[in-house]
């Protein structure tokens, strides 16, 4: 009797552990429910609001105009209150906000590998999900309600923000979508104005942090 | 004393898994050994070879040239015999291909979130390793020993593109890189010449896979 509960709690530690860590989340924070891919606008919506960072592109300044990429954190709201548009918390320090200044041209890439939610299917499969917003990369008077909502949004997600060196300066961006590059299954890109993924159905129970 | 072994048996099962749901790996592979930061070169391979997929950026030629970022994923050699050149497998039938075609500026990031080793630091604290390897993107000849060398590469670490669909017509490429920019603790990037980092000294215990 005592190996059989040894035996069934040993199991069951495992399998609930095994778990999480092939999903690669911490036990903690439970999966947001993933919307249907065809549902392009959602799937959008909710790709973007469950990434906390990505890849963000400019045009560089030296290196002879070179595509840029750079690792950046990002919000696009408070848990429940994400809007979609990106916004970011750069220093001109760093190439990316100083090419952003003078070439505003830029796009954001996101892939679902990083949420732990792909299955074990390769990064570059079409089941895995990837998007890119494609747009204008702008710095935002740090007095507007357009950088106190950056704020509260990065903020919340971001919490070591608030204690990043005021010595350089950190500022709140925005990408301003023009367009929306996302695949999500087999068939290549799946057609998303910017106008519906902005407007997309999001309901509570889609977004967790 | 049979309470006792339950308890240290309960002990060991969640420490052993929490580890690594908490690292994000999938528990039969072993963590390699990170390297010092302040070797640079060293750090710089490891990084690469540790990781299987980034975001591979060129100039779009539709959507008014801005950069265009695309989630790819990507391999620098079979396991032990990494030479710090990514090589990826792409199809025509996606933009970034396509854009290389035209206008071969390029520049792949990769950011050390991916892995798991960042410590719960934020992606974008400076302390959490981030590498973007700048150059020229070109499609190799698909007799060439060099991209013999590629699909080895490639299909080590990413055995489903064996079977990705021929009329996709998938080719190899690699990115010839031209400057390397990398921050992978305070203080900005590191200093780091394209030499330096392709004859790197990379220990066969720093890389597994």
């Known amino acids: 009797m005592a190996v059989k509960v040894f035996v069934y709690w040993s199991v069951f530690l495992v399998l609930g552990f095994v778990h999480d860590s092939v999903i690669g989340r911490p036990l903690l924070i439970p999966n947001a429910r993933r919307p249907n891919p065809d549902d392009a606008a959602s799937f959008a919506r909710w790709l973007v609001s469950q990434s906390s960072w990505g890849v963000l592109n400019t ?21 429940d209150k994400g809007k979609g548009i990106p916004y970011f918390y750069l220093t001109t320090l760093d190439p990316t906000a100083s090419n952003a200044l003078k070439d505003p041209r830029s796009s954001l890439t996101i892939s679902e590998y990083s949420l732990g939610t792909c299955d074990k299917t390769d990064p570059e499969n079409p089941s895995c999900a990837k998007i890119t917003l494609i747009g204008k990369l702008k710095l935002l008077d740090g007095k507007s309600k357009d950088a106190e909502f950056g704020r509260s949004a990065l903020f919340a997600k971001h919490p070591e923000m608030k204690s990043w060196p005021p010595g350089h300066n950190f500022e709140v961006y ?10 999500n299954w087999f068939g290549g890109p799946k057609p998303l104005t910017v106008e519906q993924y902005l407007q997309a159905k999001v309901s509570a129970e889609d977004i967790t942090f």
Do not use: H, Q, R, T
């Open 59 to 79: 045009i560089s300044n030296e290196w002879g105009g070179a595509p840029f990429g750079n690792v950046v954190s990002f919000s696009d709201g408070e848990p």
């Open 174 to 183: 925005k990408l301003n979508i023009e367009k929306i590059f996302m695949i």
